[in-house]
């Protein structure tokens, strides 16, 4: 089944790690006429969106490839969970079934 199953653990991958301690901030741009949150290390200045783009991209390259491939089974995990809490909500009478058949439904109509 799909739907919550993607939790499951993977020989071999390690599920330690941990990002730094990061605090909500709150920051702005074009000259305070937009304001959004953010995510900033303890002590930090508030972060630009590129410069939280780059701090990203700088982290990915960091990591090896067994965590950035536990990231990206864990963020398709979500949006699957994600997709089958929409399905319920959508169907409530639908059983597991019914909602793994949708949520198939979905991906594959994505494909095309």
Do not use: W
Not at 31 to 50: H, I, M, N, S
Not at 59 to 81: F, K, N, P, Q, V
């Amino acid at each position: 089944m799909m739907c919550g199953s993607y939790r499951r653990e993977l020989p071999g991958l390690s599920t330690n790690v941990r990002p730094p301690e990061l605090t909500p901030a709150a920051a702005t741009s074009a000259g305070g006429r937009y304001a959004f949150p953010a995510l900033v290390r303890k002590g930090e200045d508030c972060l630009t969106p590129q410069a939280a783009v780059e701090r990203q991209v700088a982290r990915y390259r960091a990591m090896t490839g067994e965590e950035r491939l536990r990231i990206a089974l864990d963020l398709h995990a979500l949006s699957c969970d994600v997709a089958c809490e929409g399905i319920r909500h959508q169907f409530p009478q639908a059983d597991d079934a019914e909602v793994e058949r949708r949520l198939r439904q979905r991906i594959e109509a994505c494909r095309r």
